[in-house]
Each structure stands twice: as C-alpha cells, then as structure tokens.
C-alpha cells in the first residue's frame, strides 16, 4: 500500500502563499488519484482538491477554486498543493490521500491511504 508523507506546512499571513507537497513511496503511485483534504478544529473533515492518475482531470471545492491549485510529478511520486491568497478560513491540518482508483474524486470514502497532515495556520 502506498505511504504518504506531507510538508510545507506553516504560519502564513492573509493574503499569502504556501506550497503543501505530499510524497509517495512505492512503485504504483501513478496508477491513484490523489486528494487534498482539511480538517479544522471542531470541524469535520473537508475535501479540498483532487486529481485523477495522469494530471489531465482535477477537481476542487468552491471554497478553493481559483486560488488553489493541485499537480502531480509521477517520475517523482508527489502530488502538490499551491494554496495562494490564503484566508483565516483555511486554517486547518491538511492531508493528502490516495484513492482505490484513477479516478479524481471528493468523497473520502474514496480514498484507502492517507498521511498525517500537514498544519497550515493563516494569520489575519
């Protein structure tokens, strides 16, 4: 099974920009999607982006749409997250997660491995 491992997180003030990776080991990376998903405290869990196994779909919550933005380099195993114009609201640990197939997807019940997260604070 594949393992996650996320960096990049950190205290940013409203209006700026972190870069969260997540790299994978094993040799199948290429075949998942790959999610992004946050969690605030006191909140539920919340998917954040997506995307399917070849870069070519992605998908992402309208609370992000148009300032985050979700990549992937196969040849290097990671799946990035470029979060600009950061707002308090995205505070939240984020964790990336694989899913059972290629396809890009929101639900987490989607996904089968996921890693520890990554904490991102936005100062206003």
């Known amino acids: 099974q594949v393992q996650l491992v996320e960096s990049g997180g950190g205290l940013v003030q409203a209006g700026g920009s972190l870069r969260l990776s997540c790299a994978a080991s094993g040799p199948t990376f290429s075949i998942y999607g790959m999610g992004w998903f946050r969690q605030a405290p006191g909140k539920e869990r919340e998917f954040v982006a997506a995307i399917n196994w070849s870069g070519a779909s992605t998908l992402y919550a309208n609370s992000v749409k148009g300032r985050f933005t979700i990549s992937r380099d196969n040849a290097k195993n990671t799946v990035n997250l470029q979060m600009n114009s950061l707002k308090p609201e995205d505070t939240a640990v984020y964790s990336c997660?694989?899913?059972?197939?290629?396809?890009?997807?929101?639900?987490?019940?989607?996904?089968?491995?996921w890693g520890q997260g990554t904490q991102v604070t936005v100062s206003s």
């Open positions: 997660a694989a899913s059972r197939g290629r396809f890009v997807t929101n639900s987490y019940r989607d996904y089968g491995a």
